[in-house]
């Protein structure tokens, strides 16, 4: 472990870097399945899916009996707890949504913004190393407060054919059962183009691995939008002497458990804490089973003390971290300082697991200093505004002076022409 000790600004930039993402390598296989998918349809969905999944399916469509039989596999602790997140969740997303707006903005000048649901969606739920139907939830439950018409679903299959029951149980409960069993970038490119059982969509959500996100990237070339730009997860904690170092230490390792070129950065005030942190991360990294990909995600890590939390403060929202978590004598005053996050865990007890399942706020996050122009996902991610302006007689006469100069200004006469020949027209018929 090495420990930075008040980094200058200058050298903030390199210390800000994540793992690089260098997916030339990959570029021509995921261009392929986009061509064969886009060509050859469920034939070439198939062939894929046996060839990477180890699935042999005579149909991508999750049956109805199979939604029945997930129900009756999972235990009723688990889906106790699935369904308190769900409705965590569509509290959360239901009173966070913004709402048509309408203004007089002049006497006779009445402009409204409308929100409209995209049509048809396509959610993206990872299903491999460790299948993550909490995903379905941070994804479904929105898309079904926006009024989406289609939320079509896609997953990999696990080598018998069968999708995860709690993938499936979770998007019976959201409202959804069009689960296709796909995975990777052969999903995405049926979502993108549609296949004799596949819905092209006109949005993609969801995270992935390099094959999907390249494939997300790619489908937006196709004229089909994705819901952010996406790089490995990350964890920025800011943490003093107050801070309780096991509950440090195992944010930092929930963090580094998602994948080998995860991130945990660690800031503090105090070079003692993050000594201590240390030694419980040490403590803790036998009992996990996943400490392989722990140990070398740690490689990624940061840890670095500032002489005060304010400049702790000013480091962050240089990196701009996918997740931040405050845990400080003076959380809330720090947090009142976050310029540039995704989404913020205030105090000693709100971890970010919390917000990963439960809590109410959706884990799908911009990553890769993302967060300094994105946000998270929310029901405004599944609709578009459409802007409406309604002009009275009273209401054109007061604004065609503005719109007649400015357009001339511009040196775009038609502009102003059609505003001319509306007033010529009232003037005629006094």
Not at 218 to 237: F, K, N, Q, T
Request: overall charge negative; aromatic content about 6%; hydrophobic content about 40%.
């Amino acid at each position: 472990m090495r420990i930075y000790e008040n980094p200058p600004e200058e050298q903030w930039p390199r210390l800000c870097q994540r793992p690089q993402q260098d997916t030339s390598s990959i570029e021509p296989a995921v261009e392929d399945i986009m061509n064969k998918v886009r060509c050859e349809g469920d034939k070439a969905l198939l062939r894929y899916t046996r060839q990477l999944d180890g699935a042999q399916l005579s149909s991508l469509m999750t049956a109805e009996k199979e939604f029945a039989s997930a129900a009756a596999t999972l235990s009723d602790a688990l889906k106790t707890a699935i369904g308190q997140a769900r409705e965590n969740i569509e509290n959360f997303h239901r009173a966070a949504m913004n709402n048509d707006v309408e203004v007089e903005v002049l006497p006779g000048v009445v402009c409204r913004q409308k929100k409209t649901p995209i049509g048809k969606v396509g959610l993206y739920i990872p299903g491999g190393s460790a299948p993550l139907f909490s995903t379905v939830l941070m994804l479904a439950v929105p898309a079904r407060l926006a009024g989406c018409e289609q939320i079509i679903i896609c997953t990999p299959p696990r080598k018998d054919g069968t999708v995860h029951p709690a993938i499936l149980y979770a998007a019976q409960l959201c409202g959804t059962k069009t689960v296709f069993k796909l995975g990777g970038a052969q999903a995405i490119a049926a979502l993108t183009f549609g296949t004799e059982s596949v819905p092209a969509v006109d949005k993609l959500f969801g995270p992935g691995n390099a094959y999907v996100t390249l494939a997300k990237q790619m489908a937006a070339r196709y004229g089909v939008a994705i819901d952010m730009p996406a790089g490995p997860s990350e964890v920025l904690v800011i943490a003093d002497d107050s801070a309780n170092p096991r509950f440090t230490a195992a944010d930092l390792l929930a963090q580094a458990e998602h994948g080998l070129d995860s991130q945990a950065v660690l800031l503090s005030n105090s070079k003692s804490l993050i000594e201590r942190v240390w030694i419980e991360i040490q403590s803790l990294v036998g009992e996990l089973p996943r400490r392989a990909i722990i140990e070398k995600s740690l490689q990624n890590s940061r840890f670095i003390v500032f002489d005060d939390l304010q400049r702790a403060m000013e480091f962050s929202n240089a990196y701009a971290p996918e997740h931040l978590i405050l845990q400080t004598d003076n959380a809330l005053f720090l947090a009142d300082k976050v310029r540039n996050a995704a989404s913020v865990f205030v105090g000693a007890y709100s971890p970010e697991a919390a917000g990963d399942y439960a809590s109410g706020p959706n884990h799908t996050l911009p990553t890769y200093g993302f967060a300094r122009n994105h946000s998270g996902l929310s029901v405004d991610s599944f609709r578009k505004t459409i802007f409406f302006q309604q002009l009275s007689r009273t209401g054109l006469q007061a604004l065609a002076p503005a719109v007649q100069t400015m357009a001339e200004a511009e040196q775009l006469q038609a502009h102003a022409l059609s505003v001319t020949v509306r007033m010529e027209t009232m003037e005629g018929e006094l």
